[in-house]
C-alpha cells in the first residue's frame, strides 16, 4: 500500500447495510480521523491502492465478497489495523477473524462510545508498531532447526534458503519467542513485546498470531514440526533450541 503523509488517522469501512455504514462513518467523523465508506469489495480496493489506510472496519458480509477472507488478504499485505464486524452470533466468525489476522471483533449491535474504544486501542498499536524500534545489534541472527531470523530487520529464511514473509507483529511475536526459547510465556508478555505496554485490548488475539505463525512455518517444510506449543492455561512454550550468531549486511548463507 502506497506510503503517503497524513497528520489523520486514515480509516476505511467495508459495509453493504447503507444505515449502518451512515452511522459507522457519523461515529467515526473526529478530528483526527479520515473515514472512508464503501460498500463493496472492490470499491475497497480501489481506495486502499490509492490512500494509505491505518484501520480497516470489515462487514463480515457483504455483495461481492467475504469480509473474513478480505480481511486475510489484507493481512498478507500489511500490518495496517482490522476490527471485524459482525452481527452474527456464532462464535466461529470471531474465532475466524482472530485466525485470519484482524486485531478485534465487535458485534452488531453496539454503543459508538465501545467502537471509538476498539478503534482507539487498534490504532495505537498501529502507531506503535510504526515507530518501533529494531535491535541496536544491526547482524544478529538466530537460528533454530535451520531457520534463521535477523532480529534487527525481522527478516526469517526457512532451511532451504526461502524468505517467508511475515507482518510486523508475525516478526515480533516471533522474535519474542527465539530470544527466550524453552521458556514458558504468558499472553501479557508476547502481548507486550509486540505492541507495548501500553496495549490495552482482546488477549486472545495472540492465538491468532500464533496459529498464522504455525501455518508457516508447516508451509516452508518438507517435514513440519510444531515449534510453538500451547501450554493449557498459561500461554505458550517455543520448543526449539536457538542459537545466536553475528552477520555482516547480508542474510544468513544457505549451502
Not at 462464535?91 to 474504544?117: C, S
Not at 526461502?162 to 508478555?189: C, G, M, Q
Not at 485490548?201 to 491468532?208: L, M, T
Request: proline share 5%.
Amino acid at each position: 500500500m502506497p506510503t503517503k503523509a497524513n497528520t489523520k488517522h486514515q480509516i476505511l469501512i467495508l459495509e453493504d447495510d447503507p444505515a449502518a455504514l451512515s452511522e459507522l462513518c457519523e461515529t467515526l467523523d473526529l478530528p483526527d480521523y479520515q473515514v472512508y465508506g464503501v460498500d463493496t469489495v472492490g470499491d475497497l480496493w480501489k481506495i486502499a491502492n490509492e490512500e494509505e489506510i491505518n484501520l480497516f472496519l470489515l462487514d463480515v458480509v457483504v455483495p461481492d465478497g467475504d469480509g473474513l477472507e478480505t480481511a486475510k488478504q489484507i493481512r498478507q499485505e500489511s500490518d495496517v489495523g482490522i476490527i471485524i464486524i459482525t452481527g452474527r452470533g456464532d462464535d466461529i466468525d470471531r474465532v475466524m477473524g482472530l485466525e485470519f489476522g484482524a486485531d478485534d471483533y465487535i458485534v452488531k449491535p453496539f454503543f459508538p462510545r465501545e467502537l471509538l474504544a476498539r478503534v482507539k486501542n487498534v490504532l495505537r498499536r498501529v502507531g506503535d508498531t510504526h515507530f518501533q524500534q529494531g535491535l541496536a545489534d544491526a547482524d544478529h541472527v538466530i537460528t533454530f532447526e535451520g531457520w534463521h531470523l535477523n532480529v534487527q530487520t525481522l527478516s526469517l529464511f526457512a532451511p532451504n534458503g526461502t524468505e517467508v514473509p511475515l507482518t510486523n507483529s508475525e516478526a515480533s511475536l516471533l522474535k519474542a519467542f527465539v530470544i527466550s526459547p524453552r521458556r514458558v510465556l504468558s499472553r501479557d508478555h508476547l502481548l507486550n513485546a509486540i505492541y507495548g505496554s501500553n496495549w490495552v485490548g482482546y488477549d486472545r488475539s495472540i492465538d491468532g498470531l500464533v496459529s498464522r505463525l504455525r501455518k508457516k512455518f508447516a508451509s516452508h517444510s518438507d517435514e513440519p514440526k510444531t515449534f510453538i506449543k500451547s501450554m493449557r492455561g498459561t500461554g505458550y512454550l517455543f520448543t526449539a533450541k536457538a542459537t545466536s550468531s553475528q552477520r555482516k549486511h547480508q542474510p544468513p548463507a544457505f549451502e
